[in-house]
């Protein structure tokens, strides 16, 4: 890994299949280590329930209020300064149940890719 900064560029933001705003902040070859993408839902929007292979992801909740469901936990309530902790393979998603925008971080390790992303079927 080098010294740099990663400049997060808003025009390149993007909507996934599970209607949740993607904007991939350092996801490249410089840190394999680890990816950071901030992720939006729109108010009411439940993502769809997924799992991520052989990846750990954290959510760190910045703006918004929402529900999330990992696993088997109860559905637990969250607001900005919560970090919500996935083991690889989890079963995912989370409810924005506020009026304004969920925008949280999604922090992965080693870094997201597109081929561990699982939908799973209720």
Known sequence: MKAEV????PSKEYVTEERCFILEVANDDGDAA????RARVAPGVATEF??????EERYAIVAGEGVVEIGDLAPTKVVPGDV????????QRITNSGTTDLVFFCVCTPRFRAESYVLVKE
């Open 6 to 9: 990663c400049k997060a560029d």
């Open 50 to 55: 997924h799992k991520l292979l052989d990846i």
């Open 84 to 91: 919500v902790r996935i083991p690889a393979g989890i079963r």
């Open 34 to 37: 680890v990816s950071i993408a």
